[in-house]
């Protein structure tokens, strides 16, 4: 499975930016997508996660309200589309893949297949 995330950028706080992954390869029906988070100086975060049948989403409660993660299985691409960003959103945005669905929003070490990270700056 391969993920290539794009879309970050520096922006203003409150602004909004979208985040794209396309995932290509031995894909299977029955896992899921996320995107992970890592500041500088702390752990990764897990911060959306979508199951790639049946379409649940998980949030984290740092982004709850202000993300949105989606999916197009015709494009084989998950979206977050990060709206009120706060200086705190700044890191480096990860998107990974898992073979097994979620059923809460699971930790960063639970995903197989990792993407390169993309830059999201956001200042005051």
């Known amino acids: 499975v391969q993920l290539q995330a794009s879309g970050g950028g520096s922006v203003q706080a409150g602004d909004s930016l979208r985040l794209s992954c396309k995932v290509s390869g031995r894909t299977t029906s029955n896992g899921a997508v996320g995107w992970i988070r890592q500041a500088p100086g702390k752990e990764r975060e897990s911060v959306a996660a979508v199951n790639w049948s049946g379409g649940r989403l998980f949030y984290a409660d740092s982004v709850r309200g202000r993300f949105t993660i989606s999916r197009d299985n015709g494009r084989s691409t998950v979206y977050l589309q990060m709206n009120s960003l706060k200086p705190e959103d700044t890191a480096v945005y990860y998107c990974?893949?898992?073979?097994?669905?979620?059923?809460?929003?699971?930790?960063?070490?639970?995903?197989?297949?990792w993407g390169r990270g993309t830059q999201v700056t956001v200042s005051s």
């Open positions: 990974a893949a898992r073979t097994n669905r979620m059923v809460v929003l699971t930790a960063p070490e639970t995903y197989a297949y």
